[in-house]
């Protein structure tokens, strides 16, 4: 029976982001000073000397470079879920313009699709493909955070309907596991990055 630890970071801020605009597949770099706080700090001692990688946006890249990370590639498994049409929007805007078409769509939990994109659904599929045959007994992923949501959402058997029962925190790790045969359940959430001045005084 095959058995994997992995570990999910959420990449840093950008501006859309701030913006709080839909980002989605939209490659988008991350802040200045987003960058100089992940250079501030490090990966936790457990998780130093694991494979790491990065989806193919470049804003995971850039959160893995300002964390002293070496990734040994990008994996398409973990890019963000496609938003279609509706990326760089706003959400009030959506509801606007979308009124009840919107909520229904919501309420829909794990088929839950943007015009033109994926559901939660599909960006978990792609995610359990990899693992089905991922060669790796423990790795580190510099992701996103639809990609998370969606791990953490079949980890912890939540239909993606109404509130979260967890608050995730995007500047921590989410670690989880996963085995051919008992699938996904978490291992620990929000396991804090190290202060650098911690490791290197």
Known sequence: MKQIRFALLRHGVT?????????????????PETAAW??????????????????PL?????TADALGIAPIGSEPAFVEMDWGAWEGAK??????SLGDRLQENEDRGWDFRPEGGESPRDVLGRVEGFLKGCDLLQFGAVTHKGVIRAV????????????????????????????????LSIEA?????????EIFG
């Open 38 to 55: 992940y250079r501030q700090h490090r990966l936790p001692t457990a998780w130093r000397d694991v494979p790491w990688m990065v989806s």
């Open 58 to 62: 470049t804003r995971t890249r850039e």
């Open 152 to 183: 953490y959402a079949a980890a912890r058997g939540w239909d993606m309907m109404g509130k979260i029962p967890d608050k995730l925190d995007w500047h921590c790790l989410q670690v989880f596991n996963w085995s051919d045969d008992a699938e």
């Open 15 to 31: 501006m859309w982001n701030t913006e709080k605009r839909i980002q989605g597949r939209t490659d988008i770099s991350i802040t």
């Open 91 to 96: 959400l009030p805007e959506l509801r606007a």
């Open 189 to 197: 959430l929000n396991v804090p990055l190290v202060d650098a001045q």
